[in-house]
């Protein structure tokens, strides 16, 4: 696939799980940033979220990045993970 098309691939899903992060972070008091470092290893396609204030912990929102997960697989967005991060 032509650099391009993969750039514009991945910026549509980065686009896609923002989206769905939102979706699922608004009954939490905080939000998550999809971060635009993106990993591509292995056929799997690696994207990072960090939330917006430094006292939330992964596992506060650990079963939201599960959700997105999930979404993705039923739309057919195989080799997603979801990773999360400190914020920055």
């Known amino acids: 696939m032509p650099a391009q098309k993969v750039k514009q691939e991945t910026k549509r899903l980065r686009d896609r799980i923002e989206a769905l992060v ?21 056929g799997w396609t690696y994207f990072v979220v960090v939330p917006d204030s430094e006292n939330v912990r992964a596992y506060e929102y650990a079963d939201v990045l599960a959700k997105v997960e999930e979404q993705l697989r039923a739309e057919h967005e195989e080799n997603v993970l979801i990773v999360p991060s400190l914020p920055m």
């Open 22 to 42: 939102d979706q699922h972070c608004k009954s939490l008091g905080f939000r998550l940033k999809v971060l635009d470092t993106v990993l591509e290893q292995a």
